[in-house]
Nanobody
């Protein structure tokens, strides 16, 4: 069982930055692939970025490439999402997720555990 708690969201002006964190409980964090998803009002949850258990491989959706960076610190049981050059269309609740059998990382079905989310609001 893994519990995930996100933090770091907030209200920021367009062009600003935030660092989202996701703290995981449990001693097997390093064996899980991790991902970030987001859901804007009235829209479906969408993939943002993923990272392999070791951190050696990362993936992100095209709309955030060059602006968002996913990373992890297995010693701290934490995964991060650095979000830069924010745009109003990045406004959403951001969720982290953990999965033992993550392949592409892009599908929500690949993840077993989800956090409660952290709100990111970007004003224009």
């Amino acid at each position: 069982q893994v519990q995930l708690v996100e933090s770091g969201g907030g209200l920021v002006q367009a062009g600003g930055s935030l660092r989202l964190s996701c703290a995981a409980s449990g001693r097997t964090f390093s064996s899980y692939g991790m991902g970030w998803f987001r859901q804007a009002p009235g829209k479906e949850r969408e993939f943002v970025a993923a990272i392999s258990w070791s951190g050696a491989s990362t993936y992100s959706t095209d709309s955030v490439k060059g602006r968002f960076t996913i990373s992890r610190d297995n010693a701290k049981n934490t995964v991060y999402l650095q979000v830069n050059s924010l745009k109003p269309e990045d406004t959403a609740v951001y969720y982290c997720a953990a999965g033992r059998r993550v392949v592409s990382g892009r599908g929500a079905y690949e993840y077993d555990y989800w956090g409660q989310g952290t709100q990111v609001t970007v004003s224009s």
